[in-house]
DNA sequence: CAACTACATTTGTACATACAAATTTTGTAA
DNA sequence: TTACAAAATTTGTATGTACAAATGTAGTTG
């Protein structure tokens, strides 16, 4: 479906315009996919991100600022998504012996095993957009995206 | 910048991984500057989308559902966004004679004075990304998203 | 070591989002 | 005409986001 009969609009848009829109609303149909299946999960995308991250500590736990930078939404309020986190026991918070300003945050067995749960569901789901095109035009479409992007 | 350096994996990233994280993230790096501009008026990016709806308009009002049903995200709460922009007499709300029901909501004088001022600093920025692409790679762009979020 | 500055995180506040429940009005059918 | 269902919007609640201010800890310099 055509962005303009998106939205509505009956006066033809720039195609600047349209590509703006076109990658602000595909980002919402895959968001809103990936809630469906969080939804049941009881997780938020921003809580789900933040147990994949530590998944891929191995181990080892990860403070604040290792969480947030690689958090795809920047500003996204760690302090508050650990700690709805905390309450389902999916992760633990220690205080860093080294330096007691920063803040061990692991990934639980129960965290592990809610992943291991997740990921072919949230994999089917990455798949599912991705089918509509051949692997030439994915890698296209990632390099459109990350030349677009750049300042 | 390549989607892996970004969220520092170090791990190799299947082609549908990265196509969702890259539309992800793309949108994100539109929507904070989108934010900074609109910031600076006193805007969200909502409460602006709403308002160039009711410009679409051409002086006729149009109800909560018209509006919802043109928006991005689609389930914004339209009913306080308007609020927000009753406040600022950016908008009129009235109850719709022929079905009191609906409301009918209006953009002002003052509101389209706000958007003929933002509209060139917006219309700068759409164009901004779109330099780093020519005109075929931007058609290629659009089409691909079009063809990847279809279901 | 006292005073500063920088770092890491938390807290406060305002606003936005998601979704269910409630409210008001309309149309319709017994 | 009362009763009921549907439509349009609002309200409530929990959560998330943006950003500034506050807190607590570490390192540095006079």
């Given at each position: 479906?055509?962005?303009?009969?998106?939205?509505?609009?009956?006066?033809?848009?720039?195609?600047?315009?349209?590509?703006?829109?076109?990658?602000?609303?595909?980002?919402?149909?895959?968001?809103?996919?990936?809630?469906?299946?969080?939804?049941?999960?009881?997780?938020?995308?921003?809580?789900?991100?933040?147990?994949?991250?530590?998944?891929?500590?191995?181990?080892?736990?990860?403070?604040?600022?290792?969480?947030?930078?690689?958090?795809?939404?920047?500003?996204?309020?760690?302090?508050?998504?650990?700690?709805?986190?905390?309450?389902?026991?999916?992760?633990?918070?220690?205080?860093?012996?080294?330096?007691?300003?920063?803040?061990?945050?692991?990934?639980?067995?129960?965290?592990?095993?809610?992943?291991?749960?997740?990921?072919?569901?949230?994999?089917?789901?990455?798949?599912?957009?991705?089918?509509?095109?051949?692997?030439?035009?994915l890698e296209n479409l990632n390099n459109l995206l990350e030349k677009y992007r750049t300042i």
């Amino acid at each position: 479906m055509k962005i303009e009969e998106i939205i509505k609009s009956n006066s033809p848009i720039s195609i600047e315009k349209r590509t703006v829109l076109n990658i602000m609303f595909t980002q919402n149909v895959i968001a809103d996919a990936f809630n469906d299946i969080l939804k049941s999960f009881d997780l938020s995308v921003e809580q789900f991100n933040v147990l994949r991250i530590l998944r891929g500590q191995k181990g080892k736990p990860a403070n604040m600022c290792v969480i947030q930078e690689r958090m795809i939404a920047k500003t996204s309020n760690t302090t508050r998504l650990v700690d709805k986190l905390l309450l389902k026991d999916l992760v633990i918070r220690e205080v860093c012996e080294e330096n007691r300003r920063k803040m061990e945050i692991t990934i639980t067995e129960k965290g592990l095993k809610l992943l291991a749960e997740l990921d072919p569901k949230i994999e089917a789901h990455e798949t599912l957009f991705s089918t509509n095109l051949s692997s030439e035009e994915l890698e296209n479409l990632n390099n459109l995206l990350e030349k677009y992007r750049t300042i």
